[in-house]
């Protein structure tokens, strides 16, 4: 039983690569399993399936913002205007069912009344459990966006987020997009007292409820820029209905731009490897503390050497952590 317990990683990517769903399934339910067994297994499958694509290819989006603002209703939106033009679209929902109802939101494969999704190969959903409270961005979503991004155009992470947690998804996505609702001070609140990182774009959703989404968008456009990010992009601040489809290209037009201004000034592929080396350091702080970090090497020697092995970050993480292990191991 335990041989077959778990498929064959290399031949696993084979299928992956070709965006056989069946096999992107079984590769994140790899990613998503805990026993040592899966890891080694998951370790071969993400070093069989890194690539260059994983520092310039397709684009991962997050798109985040309060509880029942209408993110996955855009979702649903963004995703027909994409699949209308051809393009492959995988997303990672975190579902939001495990905390309590605030804005009457649904999980996306309802708002996109998911059924037809089932029947479309280039369109691939899969919804998580959101593992801490905040709905922020858990561990296995990082190697999960990986794997996705080397079969899908687009990689879509939804997450819940006031405040804090927007942390998280800026540490994994090239282009945030944070979606506001009409008359929602605290986001503004949030941006003024620095609590909230800037997004790379701002949805004000539910634009046909009227002018309050119109001084939304201006009372957001008024914060100006904030170099937090990147330098010189001026964050577009676009109103939306998810609802009555409207605003939905412009939307589309700047997340593509978004990517486009990445592209162009060489700062795509950076920020990459600077995601992925924040990844590599936070899970060895979480599994090992300061301390583990300092027996791998400590932190600086840790980074210059993802630096250096820009394609296998996964494979640097697990010889620093089998590393620490040996060393508590043979500690006793
Ligand atoms: N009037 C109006 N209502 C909208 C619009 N978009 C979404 N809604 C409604 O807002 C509510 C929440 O929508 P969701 O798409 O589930 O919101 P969400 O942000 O994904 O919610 P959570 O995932 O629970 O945080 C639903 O009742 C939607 O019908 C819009 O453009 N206009
Ligand atoms: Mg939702």
New binding site residues.
Partial sequence: MTQDRFPDPERLAQRIVLGERAAVASGLNLLDNTLPEARARAARLLAALSGERWLTGGHIVGVT????????????ALIREWRATGRTVAVLAVD?SSRP??????L?GD?LRIKSAAHDDGLFIRSLASRNQLGGVSTEVWPMTWLLLTCFDLVVI?T?GVGQTEIDIADISDTVCF?AQPASGDTIQYIKSGIMEIPDIFAV?????GSSANKTASDIGRIGSRPDRQHDWEYPVCL?????HSGIDQLVNHIDRHREYLAGSGSLDLLRSRHQRGWVLRLLQDEFGSFGIAIAGGRSALEARMSEHRLSQFSEYQNARNAIISRFVSAD
Avoid: I, W
């Avoid at 109802?101 to 649904?106: C, D, K, P, S, T």
């Avoid at 959703?205 to 409820?209: G, L, S, V, W």
């Fill in positions: 913002g309060p509880p029942g603002v209408g993110k996955s209703s855009l979702l649903a939001p109802e605030v804005g009457g939101g649904a996306l708002r939804e819940v979606v959703n539910k634009a046909d409820m939306v209905s998810a609802t009555h």
